[in-house]
Protein backbone atom coordinates (compact mmCIF):
# COMPACT_ATOMS: atom_id res chain seq x y z
CA UNK A 1 0.00 0.00 0.00
CA UNK A 2 1.35 3.23 -0.79
CA UNK A 3 2.19 6.18 1.90
CA UNK A 4 -0.31 8.40 0.56
CA UNK A 5 -2.91 7.19 -2.27
CA UNK A 6 -4.65 9.56 -4.26
CA UNK A 7 -7.06 8.86 -7.32
CA UNK A 8 -5.01 9.99 -10.43
CA UNK A 9 -7.97 10.95 -12.49
CA UNK A 10 -8.06 12.97 -14.85
CA UNK A 11 -11.30 14.44 -13.58
CA UNK A 12 -12.97 16.33 -16.25
CA UNK A 13 -15.96 18.88 -15.20
CA UNK A 14 -17.25 22.17 -17.06
CA UNK A 15 -16.80 25.09 -15.66
CA UNK A 16 -18.81 26.03 -12.85
CA UNK A 17 -18.78 22.67 -11.17
CA UNK A 18 -18.10 21.69 -7.97
CA UNK A 19 -15.33 18.90 -7.73
CA UNK A 20 -14.04 17.31 -4.73
CA UNK A 21 -10.86 14.88 -4.04
CA UNK A 22 -9.80 12.59 -1.33
CA UNK A 23 -6.58 11.56 -0.53
CA UNK A 24 -5.58 8.39 1.95
CA UNK A 25 -2.65 7.87 3.91
CA UNK A 26 -1.70 5.02 5.86
CA UNK A 27 0.64 6.59 8.82
CA UNK A 28 -1.36 7.22 11.93
CA UNK A 29 1.25 9.31 13.11
CA UNK A 30 0.82 11.82 10.43
CA UNK A 31 0.94 15.52 11.90
CA UNK A 32 0.65 17.69 9.07
CA UNK A 33 -1.00 17.85 6.02
CA UNK A 34 -1.36 19.89 2.47
CA UNK A 35 -2.26 20.43 -0.92
CA UNK A 36 0.19 21.45 -3.31
CA UNK A 37 -0.66 22.73 -6.50
CA UNK A 38 1.12 21.95 -10.01
CA UNK A 39 0.64 22.85 -13.14
CA UNK A 40 2.06 21.22 -16.31
CA UNK A 41 5.86 21.02 -16.84
CA UNK A 42 6.11 23.46 -13.54
CA UNK A 43 6.97 23.10 -9.93
CA UNK A 44 4.60 22.39 -7.29
CA UNK A 45 3.36 25.80 -5.21
CA UNK A 46 1.39 25.25 -1.81
CA UNK A 47 -2.10 25.54 -2.56
CA UNK A 48 -2.94 25.41 1.01
CA UNK A 49 -2.79 23.62 4.62
CA UNK A 50 -5.04 21.60 5.79
CA UNK A 51 -6.20 22.01 9.41
CA UNK A 52 -7.96 19.32 12.25
CA UNK A 53 -10.84 22.00 11.72
CA UNK A 54 -11.22 21.92 8.41
CA UNK A 55 -10.38 25.00 6.95
CA UNK A 56 -11.47 27.79 3.65
CA UNK A 57 -9.79 29.87 1.39
CA UNK A 58 -11.47 31.18 -1.17
CA UNK A 59 -13.74 28.63 -3.63
CA UNK A 60 -11.24 25.67 -1.74
CA UNK A 61 -12.21 23.68 1.40
CA UNK A 62 -10.11 21.37 2.69
CA UNK A 63 -10.88 18.38 5.21
CA UNK A 64 -8.71 16.41 7.59
CA UNK A 65 -10.58 13.13 9.02
CA UNK A 66 -7.89 11.42 11.71
CA UNK A 67 -10.53 8.41 11.96
CA UNK A 68 -10.23 7.21 8.79
CA UNK A 69 -6.85 8.49 7.62
CA UNK A 70 -8.13 10.87 4.58
CA UNK A 71 -8.17 14.42 3.88
CA UNK A 72 -9.89 16.36 1.10
CA UNK A 73 -9.78 19.42 -0.93
CA UNK A 74 -13.12 20.95 -2.51
CA UNK A 75 -13.07 23.39 -5.35
CA UNK A 76 -16.45 25.19 -5.60
CA UNK A 77 -17.38 27.29 -8.78
CA UNK A 78 -14.62 25.77 -11.30
CA UNK A 79 -12.47 28.13 -13.30
CA UNK A 80 -10.29 27.26 -16.36
CA UNK A 81 -7.42 27.84 -14.41
CA UNK A 82 -7.91 25.27 -11.94
CA UNK A 83 -6.53 22.72 -14.52
CA UNK A 84 -3.77 21.27 -13.14
CA UNK A 85 -2.77 18.51 -10.54
CA UNK A 86 -3.30 18.57 -7.31
CA UNK A 87 -1.13 17.01 -4.86
CA UNK A 88 -1.64 15.07 -1.31
CA UNK A 89 1.18 15.79 0.96
CA UNK A 90 1.35 14.26 4.59
CA UNK A 91 4.64 15.28 7.26
CA UNK A 92 5.23 11.95 8.82
CA UNK A 93 5.58 12.65 12.60
CA UNK A 94 8.43 11.09 13.60
CA UNK A 95 10.52 11.30 10.36
CA UNK A 96 8.96 14.86 9.84
CA UNK A 97 10.09 13.97 6.02
CA UNK A 98 6.86 15.09 3.35
CA UNK A 99 5.63 12.20 1.82
CA UNK A 100 4.13 12.99 -1.67
CA UNK A 101 1.27 11.43 -2.98
CA UNK A 102 1.47 11.22 -6.83
CA UNK A 103 -1.31 13.51 -7.71
CA UNK A 104 -4.80 14.03 -9.34
CA UNK A 105 -5.14 15.82 -12.51
CA UNK A 106 -8.24 17.92 -12.86
CA UNK A 107 -9.46 19.25 -16.09
CA UNK A 108 -11.87 22.33 -15.81
CA UNK A 109 -13.77 22.36 -19.97
CA UNK A 110 -15.84 25.57 -21.08
CA UNK B 1 8.26 33.86 -6.25
CA UNK B 2 11.62 32.34 -3.79
CA UNK B 3 14.62 32.94 -5.65
CA UNK B 4 15.60 29.58 -6.52
CA UNK B 5 17.13 28.42 -9.83
CA UNK B 6 18.33 25.21 -11.29
CA UNK B 7 20.50 24.17 -13.58
CA UNK B 8 20.78 22.87 -16.61
CA UNK B 9 17.23 22.96 -17.07
CA UNK B 10 17.42 20.01 -19.76
CA UNK B 11 19.91 17.18 -19.71
CA UNK B 12 20.61 14.53 -22.43
CA UNK B 13 23.62 12.24 -21.41
CA UNK B 14 24.98 8.73 -22.02
CA UNK B 15 24.75 6.18 -19.32
CA UNK B 16 28.02 5.70 -17.15
CA UNK B 17 28.36 9.26 -17.06
CA UNK B 18 28.73 11.69 -14.10
CA UNK B 19 26.26 14.28 -13.66
CA UNK B 20 26.33 17.14 -11.80
CA UNK B 21 22.68 19.32 -11.03
CA UNK B 22 23.24 22.47 -9.31
CA UNK B 23 20.47 24.22 -7.12
CA UNK B 24 21.04 27.94 -6.40
CA UNK B 25 18.63 30.04 -3.88
CA UNK B 26 19.04 33.80 -3.12
CA UNK B 27 16.62 33.35 0.02
CA UNK B 28 19.33 32.36 2.66
CA UNK B 29 17.11 29.26 3.87
CA UNK B 30 18.93 27.04 5.85
CA UNK B 31 17.00 23.82 4.47
CA UNK B 32 17.53 22.23 1.19
CA UNK B 33 15.95 19.19 -0.85
CA UNK B 34 16.21 17.14 -3.51
CA UNK B 35 13.51 15.82 -5.21
CA UNK B 36 12.64 13.49 -8.30
CA UNK B 37 9.27 13.36 -9.62
CA UNK B 38 8.46 10.34 -11.86
CA UNK B 39 4.85 8.66 -13.60
CA UNK B 40 3.30 6.84 -11.31
CA UNK B 41 5.00 8.13 -8.20
CA UNK B 42 4.37 11.05 -6.07
CA UNK B 43 7.46 13.49 -5.78
CA UNK B 44 10.27 11.59 -3.70
CA UNK B 45 13.34 12.54 -1.51
CA UNK B 46 16.91 12.20 -2.53
CA UNK B 47 18.51 13.92 -0.39
CA UNK B 48 18.25 16.90 1.88
CA UNK B 49 20.84 19.46 4.16
CA UNK B 50 19.77 21.19 6.73
CA UNK B 51 23.23 23.77 6.50
CA UNK B 52 26.30 24.32 4.97
CA UNK B 53 28.30 20.67 4.53
CA UNK B 54 25.27 18.98 6.94
CA UNK B 55 23.31 16.54 4.44
CA UNK B 56 20.90 13.34 5.01
CA UNK B 57 19.70 10.68 2.55
CA UNK B 58 16.26 10.42 2.06
CA UNK B 59 14.12 7.35 0.53
CA UNK B 60 15.59 6.68 -2.78
CA UNK B 61 19.39 8.23 -2.12
CA UNK B 62 21.01 5.65 -4.07
CA UNK B 63 23.68 6.28 -7.01
CA UNK B 64 23.41 9.70 -6.01
CA UNK B 65 25.20 12.07 -3.81
CA UNK B 66 24.81 15.37 -2.60
CA UNK B 67 27.21 18.91 -1.52
CA UNK B 68 26.49 21.60 0.05
CA UNK B 69 29.62 24.18 0.98
CA UNK B 70 27.73 27.71 0.46
CA UNK B 71 24.40 28.14 1.92
CA UNK B 72 22.99 29.37 -1.26
CA UNK B 73 24.22 26.28 -3.69
CA UNK B 74 22.87 22.57 -3.27
CA UNK B 75 24.85 19.98 -5.84
CA UNK B 76 23.26 16.93 -6.39
CA UNK B 77 25.78 14.31 -8.55
CA UNK B 78 25.00 11.16 -10.01
CA UNK B 79 28.30 9.75 -10.12
CA UNK B 80 27.52 6.90 -13.37
CA UNK B 81 24.00 7.67 -15.15
CA UNK B 82 21.73 4.76 -15.11
CA UNK B 83 18.70 5.12 -17.39
CA UNK B 84 16.51 4.40 -14.55
CA UNK B 85 17.78 8.15 -13.15
CA UNK B 86 15.81 9.62 -16.32
CA UNK B 87 13.54 11.52 -14.46
CA UNK B 88 12.68 15.59 -13.67
CA UNK B 89 14.52 16.62 -10.36
CA UNK B 90 13.19 19.12 -8.13
CA UNK B 91 15.23 21.49 -5.76
CA UNK B 92 13.27 22.75 -3.05
CA UNK B 93 13.82 25.47 0.44
CA UNK B 94 12.44 25.72 3.40
CA UNK B 95 13.31 28.38 6.24
CA UNK B 96 12.14 25.79 8.42
CA UNK B 97 13.11 22.25 9.34
CA UNK B 98 11.38 18.81 8.69
CA UNK B 99 10.65 19.01 12.72
CA UNK B 100 8.03 21.87 11.72
CA UNK B 101 4.99 22.81 9.58
CA UNK B 102 6.36 24.90 6.89
CA UNK B 103 5.70 25.60 3.18
CA UNK B 104 8.49 24.38 0.92
CA UNK B 105 9.40 26.61 -2.00
CA UNK B 106 10.29 24.83 -5.21
CA UNK B 107 12.69 25.36 -8.23
CA UNK B 108 11.54 25.11 -11.49
CA UNK B 109 13.16 21.54 -12.43
CA UNK B 110 15.57 20.10 -14.14
CA UNK B 111 14.77 17.22 -16.82
CA UNK B 112 17.19 14.89 -17.28
CA UNK B 113 17.33 12.22 -19.48
CA UNK B 114 20.19 9.40 -19.47
CA UNK B 115 20.44 7.11 -22.98
Known amino acids: RKEVEQDPGPFNVPEGATVAFNCTYS??????FFWYRQDCRKEPKLLMSVYSSGNEDGRFTAQLNRASQYISLLIRDSKLSDSATYLC???????????FGQGTTLQVKP | DAGITQSPRHKVTETGTPVTLRCHQT?????MYWYRQDPGHGLRLIHY???????DKGEVSDGYSVSRSKTEDFLLTLESATSSQTSVYFC??????????????FGPGTRLTVT
Open chain 2, 92 to 105: AISDQGLATSYEQY
Open chain 1, 27 to 32: NSASQS
Open chain 2, 27 to 31: ENHRY
Open chain 2, 49 to 55: SYGVKDT
Open chain 1, 89 to 99: VVKWGNTGKLI
